[in-house]
């Protein structure tokens, strides 16, 4: 006999999020439900999921918005950051990631250090343009310049 789930994670070679699926009760008695895999596809069930597809939805939509119209505010940012220099104008250590989102923090805006793109740590003077991410597909660079102190 077979069972109506809701995948309620992703499952290999079965299906992924808010699939539903037909499996053997079984498999979905002693493997699925135990592990919260999967919820039995009841008529409330499947309305309740939905509905909270549409809450999630509806949800990241908003956060789009929020992180494409700080991506517009942060591109037209020029970030001053100063740094010690030795001889030829050579940085006493480097401006990494972290230096950056400490600059951005004093200017307002909160991103993690984690979501902000150097291929190196900057090590000499100069205007650089950084890549920070605001969320999966939204993304902008910033003008980062290093000066003397």
């Known amino acids: 006999m077979n069972l109506q789930v809701i995948l309620s994670e992703n499952v290999p070679n079965l299906g992924q999020v808010g699939d539903i699926v037909d499996v053997a009760s079984g498999y979905a008695r002693n493997y699925l439900f135990p592990r919260q895999l999967a ?6 069930n499947v309305k309740q ?4 597809k549409r ?5 990241r939509e908003k956060a789009q918005e929020e992180a494409t119209a700080q991506a517009k505010k942060l ?3 020029a970030l001053t950051i100063p740094c010690q220099v030795g001889e030829e104008d050579k940085l006493f250590g480097s401006v990494t990631n972290r230096d950056i989102a400490d600059a951005l923090a004093k200017e307002g805006y909160t ?3 984690r ?7 900057i090590k000499s003077l100069g205007v650089f343009p950084v890549s920070v991410k605001l969320m999966t ?13």
């Open 115 to 121: 979501n902000i793109s150097l291929d190196k740590p």
């Open 39 to 44: 919820i039995l596809a009841s008529n409330r």
């Open 137 to 149: 597909d939204v993304t902008t660079e910033v003008q980062v310049f290093v000066v003397a102190e």
């Open 111 to 113: 991103v993690d250090r």
């Open 49 to 52: 999921f939905e509905h909270t």
């Open 75 to 77: 591109a037209n940012l």
């Open 55 to 59: 809450l999630v939805a509806a949800k």
